[in-house]
Antibody, heavy 117, light 108 residues
């Protein structure tokens, strides 16, 4: 069974870079038929897809965030990495990593990230 | 971007009742529609994909229907563990996904 365990700071200062890690167990991120996405949820708002990385290492991003987001993978550690730069209060949200193929089959536990000085 | 709109935003119901939640897409998504359940402090859980196919281990009281722009999630007899927020998601516009704003089921 695939499990996703997230880690990273819960507080980021405005204008700095938000960095989160998702460690995957029970399956390889660099092989198979599934893709790996990051999704966020501001308090009281709808879920927002941020972007994905394929087993090949190629990526897709939400156009609304593309200029500030980088998704990468460390295949030696079976980890997904999310970076969002130049953050503002609008980036405050619960961030999830997820395994998906059209629908989202497994989710990480979520990380509350607050942007505040 | 395909906009997903759910109704009602909140529904107060009693255990044992039948519940129908609606999701409307701003343009046709065929049957590329999924439903998720989210409880407080938890990640969402996949219930339905392909508009009507139950995910693994999802009880038969959950059913989905619809195609094109209008979809429904029905819970045939509400159990106490079903009080949660429900989201629809379209994946027709893949690689881009969009979600509805959520519908909260609360105890009457």
């Amino acid at each position: 069974q695939v499990q996703l365990q997230q880690s990273g700071p819960g507080l980021v200062k405005p204008s700095q870079t938000l960095s989160l890690t998702c460690t995957v167990s029970g399956g390889s991120i660099s092989s198979g038929s599934y893709y790996w996405s990051w999704i966020r949820q501001p308090a009281g708002k709808r879920l927002e897809w941020i972007g994905r990385i394929y087993p090949s290492g190629s990526t897709n991003y939400n156009p609304s965030l593309k200029s500030r987001v980088t998704i990468s993978a460390d295949t030696s550690k079976n980890q997904l990495l999310l970076e969002v730069n130049s953050v503002t209060a609008a980036d405050t949200a619960v961030y999830y990593c997820a395994r998906e193929f059209r629908t989202i089959f497994e989710w990480g536990q979520g990380t509350q990230v607050t942007v505040s000085s | 971007e395909i906009v997903m709109t759910q109704s009602p935003a909140t529904l107060s119901v009693s255990p044992g009742e039948r519940v129908t939640l609606s999701c409307r897409a701003s343009q046709s998504v065929s049957i590329s529609l999924a439903w998720y359940q989210q409880k407080p402090g938890q990640a969402p859980r996949l219930l339905i994909y392909g508009a009507s196919t139950r995910a693994t281990d999802i009880p038969a009281r959950f059913s989905g229907s619809g195609s094109g722009t209008d979809f429904t999630l029905t819970i045939s007899s509400l159990q106490s563990e079903d009080f949660a927020v429900y989201y629809c998601q379209q994946y027709y516009d893949w690689p881009m996904y969009t979600f509805g704003q959520g519908a909260k089921l609360e105890i009457k």
